[in-house]
């Protein structure tokens, strides 16, 4: 799988909604990145720290660059096709061989948020990991406190399995994490449903 997983994202497929465009991040996209990953209110549930300046952000789309070439990247920057502007990403945080599952991640500019975006561009992914990548098992986590991003994994049909007590360290403070996941027969079924 792992070697199959990497010829997939050497050449980032490009995926579309309705409302997005899902494609590899450039580096042209610094302004883009920068406007959202510079603030707390952005990273105050994520386990990375705002970016201090633009040149940071610069180089961490540099070191990307790198690892989308070696197809060891996952993770798709999220257009907004009316605004023509990268808002966002939406993606595969790790995968496991072995259970044939992957887990997902997601972060938004707060500018979109309260659109639906986030669900539009996870369920688009979790279509993506289930169908091309037939995957078993896909799951998202959260750190307890973050009600908005729970409701947007629910939304696309996740169920809440449970919480992992003080399981992620940051700086000096233990956060609790809670699990949503949902598995190829229950997206399925989904896909098949008639709309509403």
Same mark, same amino acid.
């Given at each position: 799988?792992?070697?199959?997983?990497?010829?997939?994202?050497?050449?980032? &497929?490009?995926?579309?909604?309705? @409302?997005?465009?899902?494609?590899?991040?450039?580096?042209?996209?610094? %302004? %883009?990145?920068? !406007?959202?990953?510079?603030?707390?209110? /952005?990273? @105050?549930?994520?386990?990375?720290? &705002?970016?201090?300046?633009?040149?940071?952000?610069?180089?961490?789309?540099?070191?990307?660059?790198?690892?989308? %070439?070696?197809?060891?990247?996952? %993770?798709?920057?999220?257009?907004?096709?009316?605004?023509?502007?990268?808002? $966002?990403?939406?993606?595969?945080?790790?995968?496991?061989?072995?259970?044939?599952?992957?887990?997902?991640?997601?972060?938004?500019?707060?500018?979109?948020? $309260?659109? $639906?975006?986030? #669900?539009?561009?996870?369920?688009?992914?979790?279509?993506?990991?289930?169908?091309?990548? $037939?995957?078993?098992?896909?799951?998202?986590?959260?750190?307890?406190?973050?009600?908005?991003?729970? @409701?947007?994994? !629910?939304?696309?049909?996740?169920?809440? !399995?449970?919480?992992?007590?003080?399981?992620?360290?940051?700086?000096? !403070?233990?956060?609790? /994490?809670? /699990?949503? #996941?949902?598995?190829?027969?229950?997206?399925?079924?989904?896909?098949?449903? &008639? &709309?509403?």
């Amino acid at each position: 799988m792992r070697e199959d997983i990497r010829r997939v994202f050497r050449r980032m &497929p490009v995926l579309y909604t309705d @409302r997005l465009m899902l494609r590899r991040m450039f580096r042209t996209d610094v %302004d %883009d990145m920068f !406007e959202y990953s510079k603030l707390t209110s /952005v990273t @105050r549930f994520l386990t990375w720290s &705002p970016h201090p300046d633009k040149r940071y952000t610069a180089r961490y789309l540099s070191y990307l660059s790198r690892k989308y %070439d070696e197809g060891t990247f996952y %993770d798709w920057g999220v257009v907004y096709r009316p605004d023509a502007k990268m808002i $966002g990403t939406c993606g595969f945080t790790r995968f496991s061989e072995e259970n044939n599952s992957a887990e997902c991640g997601y972060v938004l500019n707060p500018a979109y948020w $309260g659109r $639906g975006i986030a #669900a539009e561009a996870l369920f688009e992914v979790m279509r993506f990991g289930f169908l091309r990548l $037939g995957l078993h098992r896909i799951e998202c986590r959260y750190m307890i406190g973050n009600d908005r991003s729970r @409701r947007v994994m !629910e939304k696309v049909g996740m169920t809440y !399995e449970g919480t992992y007590r003080d399981s992620l360290l940051l700086g000096d !403070e233990y956060k609790t /994490v809670g /699990v949503c #996941a949902i598995i190829d027969s229950d997206f399925m079924k989904m896909l098949q449903a &008639p &709309p509403r």
